[in-house]
Each structure stands twice: as structure tokens, then as C-alpha cells.
């Protein structure tokens, strides 16, 4: 029965998305608005499919019905009930499964948020757009990637279970999901530009209609990348986090050019200008995405992330193509209206800044993309198998690294078009004492390195730049001050720097050993002391599991393991750690005794600063939801009182463009608009209470 169900979901899912596409196709071709209205309900339909087969093949697993293929490959009577529900998500066919449903999700909340402008062209066409993405992964449920196909001969009464590394931690329950709901969520605003594009519209409008789409998107990734780091920690036994594995730099590549966006389309908000580049980067990050898929799914990358070789990889690199096709091709098209009417008056300011904070965010996600496909394209061209490490990884992505620790510093005390000597040396004191100080430090207390120091340097900087600006707005308007986007990117802002102080600090001075130890012998190393007290033998409902008993410092006990599961396979090793904010003590065992009262191989790692960097990313994840938290509204300008169009502005920096208007006449299909008063550059700046950049009095947000 999950079967058909099952099967029967896929075929309303996809013949949903074909038939919503086509009519969308036709009513915006044709200007018919009952064809556009007709089209959007086919959402409801995609959803439902998209639903029912979540949970036929979820009851699948919690049934045990060893029927459907993937049941009897990813699961058996033993697993625990957490790691049945995830079992949907632990290989390939189930995760296309989770990626339909959130798809499916993102597209109905899409229908939900703009169910006013049914009519409206530009939400068309995203709909559209949306459409033939979901008709492409119902597609490959239907085709090669078959959730529901059932075994032909005698039904097994047990399965193997997943794969051991997916059944041994729940970080599995929230680490694949987030990073779905990240991939998956810039299918919207890669929509919004291609509609922008078709419609001709390529004013601010449709940046409006994309702003939290795609921060809600880069939140989830972010925390979907800081979890992978913390599950890969605490389950593969390395003591490491990040390793720039292939597949999870194609989880980094579109964070890295999302990134880039979120901080240039405030530029073409405030300024108009900077649309190319914004246009470009979004449709580069569904792009990417789609490049990752094929990565992580087409059996061409050899990781412990990861599927198994399967036959869906030559058609999502096709979908990849066409993607990449397409867009090219409306960019091309359009050409013309994306020029932009502004101009950078000057390198020192905060449109500058965020000029080269794009040119190193692309020359980082070039540097990553050529480190993780060359291996991939010498073998196609010459048949030779090589390897890109971390050594590539490091030498070439630290320098930009640094500078962008560097731009996080400077860019928030900058204002917009241009910056007085004066001005910055007064936004930039404070921050810069900070950062002597905290070298100063650093030295003082045996820091060594020119990496390090940078880093811990810049790091204070940009901390000390971003709570400067915190604590300007939350003397100006208290704790309200705190919400919105520009102060909540400042708390994300805090929050890389503490991943980039953690991340450097534990790369540069962790220390590790391996030793041979009996029961009741101490290890002491790098400051403290490990008591091995000797093994023993667990049994658990999935696997068998030699447990050592180490005392860790003299307080509590901590139990690694290596465990032999069920389904069989190799002994997989789990980790145990001592974690506090100074440093981590990481314990494994290596080799379990070979007879009772023997003496075992215990390894120790200490790593200074590890806790940070989950707390680093809770800031990030906090910061987020403030930024997309909706700000103080500006009061409605009294024409008679408004600024003229190109008079200087209140703080006597010169003539404001007319950009960043009234954003009402774009979602009326005009490509021109009317000037808007420009908010004041910062904190500092007295002026009226703005609303979040860009965004024009009396527009809803």
C-alpha cells in the first residue's frame, strides 16, 4: 500500500507542476488573468503530492514494510525510532523525497505571501519558474531515482539498517534538513530574477520580493554548514570539523555567493546601482546549488557525504546546463536595461567597500569551485586521478579570508558615496583600540604566527566596528534599535568573527597523541590529564559496542567507543568530548583491548576554542532572524518639506541619484521611477526614523 500511495503521489506531483506550468505558460503569454488564477492553484496539488509521498514512505519505515526497495537497503527491525524517521533522508531516492516536500513547501508559502497580486506578471512567472524546477525532481522520482519501486522476489523479513555513521548521532535529525531548507530556499529568489528578467522589470521592485526569501535561504544554510561541521566532529573519530571535502564545499560554493548578494543589493537599493552583479549572483547561487546536487548525488565524488553512484547524475548536469543556459542567455537579452544609472563617487565609502567585498567573495568561490572540480575534470580530459587537499585549500583561501575580516571592520563605520579623513578617524577609533589591544594580548600571552595575530586582530575590529554601531542604535531607540536588517547583519557579523577566532585558533594550536595505555595509567598532555580506567563491553538495541571508561582532569568519566552494528560492515569509532569555553579534550579509542584487562591505544586531542564556534554560529542563526525581523517604518514624507531630487543631501555629502524610489510603480510594470528621500547614512547621522534600507514610506513589509 505505501507503494501506490506512494507512486500515485509522485504522478500528482509531477502531472501538477507540468499542467501549473503550462497554464501559467500560456495566461502570461496571452494576458489572460483567469489563466493566471487557474494556474497558481495547481500549488495546492503539488503540495498535497509532494506531502502523501513524505509520509507513504515514512510510514514505510516505521512499518517495516521491507517491500519498497529503499526500506529493505536503509532500514531493519533494530534501528532506533530517531533514526527510522531519518532514514528517509540517509540515501539517495529518500532525499529527493525531502527535497520535493521542502520545494513543495517554499512554493505554497510563495502562493500564500503574494495571493494579492495573482495577477501581477512578475509573480507569474516566478510561479512559473518554480513549476518546472518541481516538475524536474517529481521527474526524477518518477525515472531513476524511484522512492517507491518494490522488491521483485521473496520480501527480506530484516534490512541492514543505514549506514552506521547515520545512526549514531542526532545531529543527523537537523543537519541534512537545514541544509535543504538552505538550497532549496534560493529557488525563490533565483525565480523573482529570472521573472525580472522575462518582464523587463529590472528596477528595485523585485528586490522586494526576494530580500527574506533569500535570507531566510543563507540563515538555513548557514546553520545546515555549522551543524555538518559539529556532526562531523563529534561522529568521524578525526578530531576535525572542516577537512574542504568536496561535498561540503558544494554546500559552502552557494553560501559563499549568497553572501555576496546580501551585502551588494543593499548597494542597488540605496543607490541603484550594482544590478548585474545582483542579478548574476543570485541566479549563480540556484545554479550552484544544482552543480552541488549533482556532486553529492551522481556517484562521481568519493566522500563519507556523499550518496552511492546512481543514474540520475547526467540529468541533473543537464538541468545544470540548461539553468546555466538560460540565464546567460535573458542576461544577455537584457543587457541593456541592466546598466545603472549611479556611479561610485569614491573607493572610501560604503558602496566601495561592498564593490570589493564582492570581487574577493567571487575570487573565494572561484578558488573553491577550481579546488573541487579540477580532480574531476584531469580525470575526463587525461584519465588521471588527482586529489586537491587541504594545503590548496588553505594557502589560497587565507588571504582572502583576511581581507574580508578586513572589509567586515571597515565597511560599517564607512557612509555612503564618501568619507572625510575626519569622520572615519572618529568611527574608526575605538574599534582600532580594540584590535591593538587585543594583538597586544595575544602576544603577551604566547600567541605566535602572522596568520593567528591577523586573524585575532581583525577579528576585534570587526568586532568592536559592528557593537559600535549596536550600541549607537540601541542608545537611539533602545531595543527596537537591535531589529532590522542592517543591525541584525552586525549580530551576524559578531558571529563570524567568533566561527573566524575559533576556526583559526583551533587550526593553529591544537595538539594531539596517540599512546598505549593499561588500566589505572594517566596520560598527561598539554595540560591535563587522562585516566584510563579500563573497557567494557555494551550492548545497544543497534549495535555492540566496546566502551572505554577515561577520566578526564579528574572529574567526570567519558565512554569512546567502537561499535560493530548490526547490519554489519566496518567497526565504527565515536568519539568522546570534554568541551568548555577554553579548550576541548577529544578522546577516541583507537584499539580496544584484545583481551579482558589488557591495554588499549587511546588518542587525545586538545583544541582550544571549539565550543565557539557552535556559539558562533547561534549568534549568526540570531542575527539572522533580526535582520529579517521587519524595522521601524519611515513616517510618510510631506512633499512640500521632502528633499528636492538631486539637492544635497541632510549631511552635505552631495546630489542623491534618483534610485531607490517608490518600488509600487516597478510591481506596475514601469521600468522608472520616482525619487525617494534617501534614509540617513548611520547612526551617527540625525535625520528621520528610517525603515529598512531601500525600502520607500508606506510600502508593506
Known amino acids: 500500500m505505501n507503494a501506490a500511495i506512494g507512486q500515485s503521489a509522485v504522478v500528482l506531483g509531477l502531472l501538477a507542476s507540468l499542467a501549473g506550468a503550462f497554464t501559467l505558460a500560456v495566461g502570461l503569454t496571452k494576458k489572460r488573468p483567469s489563466l493566471l488564477r487557474a494556474g497558481r492553484s495547481y500549488t495546492w496539488l503539488i503540495l498535497a503530492g509532494a506531502v502523501m509521498a513524505a509520509l507513504a514512505m515514512e510510514r514505510g519505515f516505521l512499518t517495516h ?16 525510532l530517531l533514526y527510522l524517521v531519518t532514514g528517509m533522508w540517509s540515501a539517495l531516492e529518500g532525499s529527493i523525497v525531502l527535497w520535493t516536500l521542502i520545494l513543495a513547501g517554499y512554493i505554497a508559502a510563495m502562493a500564500r505571501k503574494y495571493r494579492a497580486r ?50 549514531n548521532h542526532p545531529l543527523v535529525a537537523f543537519h541534512p534538513p537545514m541544509l535543504y531548507l538552505g538550497f ?109 546536487t549533482f556532486l553529492t548525488r551522481s556517484g562521481v565524488l568519493q566522500s563519507v557525504h556523499a550518496f552511492t553512484t546512481s543514474g540520475i547524475g547526467p540529468l541533473i548536469l543537464g538541468f545544470f546546463g540548461l539553468t546555466v543556459a538560460v540565464t546567460i542567455t535573458l542576461i544577455a537579452w537584457r543587457g541593456d536595461r541592466l546598466r545603472s544609472p549611479g556611479t561610485i563617487d569614491s573607493p572610501v565609502s560604503r558602496e566601495g567597500a561592498f564593490l570589493a567585498n564582492n570581487l574577493l567573495f567571487a575570487a573565494f568561490a572561484f578558488v573553491v569551485l577550481l579546488g573541487t572540480v579540477f580532480p574531476l575534470l584531469s580525470e575526463a580530459i587525461n584519465g588521471q586521478q588527482i586529489s586537491v587537499g587541504e594545503p590548496y585549500f588553505d594557502r589560497m583561501t587565507m588571504p582572502i579570508m583576511i581581507a574580508l575580516l578586513f572589509l567586515m571592520a571597515i565597511a560599517p563605520v564607512l557612509p555612503w558615496r564618501k ?60 531595543w527596537r534599535g537591535l531589529v532590522g536588517r542592517a543591525n541584525g547583519g552586525m549580530i551576524v557579523h559578531i558571529g563570524v568573527v567568533v566561527i573566524a577566532v575559533a576556526f583559526a ?44 571508561k577515561v ?33 576541548d579534550v577529544y578522546i577516541k579509542l583507537v584499539d580496544a583491548p584484545l583481551h579482558p584487562g589488557g591495554p588499549a591505544t587511546i588518542g587525545v586531542i586538545i583544541q582550544p576554542l571549539i565550543m565557539w564556534l557552535w556559539i558562533g554560529g547561534g549568534i549568526v542563526g540570531l542575527g539572522t532572524l533580526l535582520a529579517a525581523w521587519p524595522g521601524r517604518r519611515r513616517r510618510p514624507v510631506d512633499p512640500v518639506s521632502a528633499p528636492v531630487a538631486g539637492a544635497p543631501d541632510a549631511v552635505g555629502n552631495g546630489a542623491r541619484p534618483l534610485v531607490g524610489a517608490a518600488d509600487r510603480a516597478d510591481r506596475d510594470g514601469s521600468t522608472e521611477k520616482a525619487p525617494t528621500p534617501a534614509a540617513p547614512d548611520s547612526p551617527d547621522t540625525p535625520g528621520p526614523t528610517p525603515t529598512p534600507e531601500g525600502v520607500p514610506a508606506g510600502v508593506p513589509q
Not at 595505555?517 to 555492540?544: C, D, M, P
Not at 577520566?551 to 567519558?558: E, L, T
Open 184 to 292: 532549496v530556499g534560493f529557488t525563490i529568489p533565483f525565480a523573482f530574477a529570472v521573472a525580472s528578467l522575462v518582464t523587463g522589470r529590472m528596477g528595485e521592485g523585485w528586490l522586494i520580493d526576494t530580500r527574506r526569501w533569500t535570507l531566510f535561504a543563507w540563515g538555513f544554510l548557514s546553520a545546515g554548514i555549522v551543524l555538518g561541521a559539529w556532526w562531523s566532529y563529534e561522529v568521524l573519530g578525526w578530531g576535525g570539523f572542516w577537512a574542504w571535502d568536496p561535498v561540503e564545499n558544494a554546500s559552502f560554493l552557494p553560501w559563499i555567493t549568497a553572501t555576496a548578494y546580501l551585502h551588494s543589493v543593499m548597494v542597488q537599493e540605496r543607490r541603484g546601482m550594482l544590478r548585474l552583479w545582483n542579478l548574476s549572483l543570485l541566479l549563480a547561487t540556484f545554479s550552484l546549488t544544482i552543480l552541488g
Open 505 to 548: 585558533g583551533s587550526r593553529s594550536f591544537a595538539h594531539q597523541t596517540q599512546q598505549s595505555v593499561s588500566a589505572g595509567q594517566t596520560i598527561a598532555f598539554a595540560g591535563h590529564k587522562v585516566t584510563y580506567l579500563g573497557t567494557e563491553q555494551v550492548t545497544h538495541a543497534n549495535r555492540l559496542s566496546q566502551e572505554a
Open 65 to 80: 514494510d521491507f517491500s519498497l526497495t529503499f526500506v529493505a537497503h536503509n532500514s531493519s527491525r533494530s534501528t532506533p
Open 551 to 583: 577520566r578526564i582532569d579528574g572529574s567526570k568519566v567519558y565512554r569512546p567507543a567502537i561499535s560493530q552494528y548490526t547490519g554489519g560492515g566496518a567497526a565504527i569509532a565515536t568519539p568522546a568530548v570534554r568541551s568548555t569555553p577554553l579548550d
Open 118 to 167: 495573482i495577477d501581477d506578471p512578475m509573480v507569474g512567472w516566478a510561479t512559473l519558474v518554480t513549476y518546472v524546477v518541481s516538475a524536474f525532481f517529481f521527474l526524477l522520482m518518477v525515472g531513476p531515482a524511484n522512492p517507491f519501486r518494490t522488491i521483485s522476489g521473496a520480501i527480506p523479513s530484516d534490512g541492514p539498517g543505514p549506514n552506521p555513521l547515520l545512526q
Open 419 to 478: 568619507a572625510s579623513g575626519e569622520l572615519l578617524r572618529k568611527r574608526i577609533q575605538w574599534p582600532l583600540t580594540l584590535a591593538v589591544t587585543a594583538v597586544v594580548l595575544c602576544v603577551v600571552f604566547g600567541v605566535r604566527g602572522l596568520n593567528p595575530l591577523l586573524v585575532f586582530g581583525l577579528g576585534a575590529f570587526a568586532a568592536g566596528s559592528a557593537a559600535r554601531q549596536l550600541v549607537l542604535a540601541a542608545r537611539r531607540q533602545g
